[in-house]
């Protein structure tokens, strides 16, 4: 039986996100070959806000985090680790209180 689960939105990434939006558009009028860069990494992070997911089945744990994804055998869980984020690395997700999993990478 295959479950989808999303992924917790923290409301101060999101105010953090959209206080970044009002400099990128000041600063598009005084330079606006600066806003397309601004605008696309702006825009990048919205999609990993908002198209973060994770699918379960009985045999694989599916994640995908905007055009991060991947699948971790489920055999090859070792440790879960609630209440946590890494800020470096390997992540699929932006909230503040996620999982790490450990696992055995074969890869």
Known sequence: MDKIFPSKRSVTLLLVLLGLFLPIVVIGFLRPFILIGLFLSLAGLFWIYLDTHYKLTDNVLFY???FFKGEIPIG???EVVKGRTRYFGNMAGMGPE???IKYCFRG
């Open 98 to 100: 996620g999982l790490i």
């Open 64 to 66: 995908k985090s905007a």
């Open 76 to 78: 090859e869980i070792r």
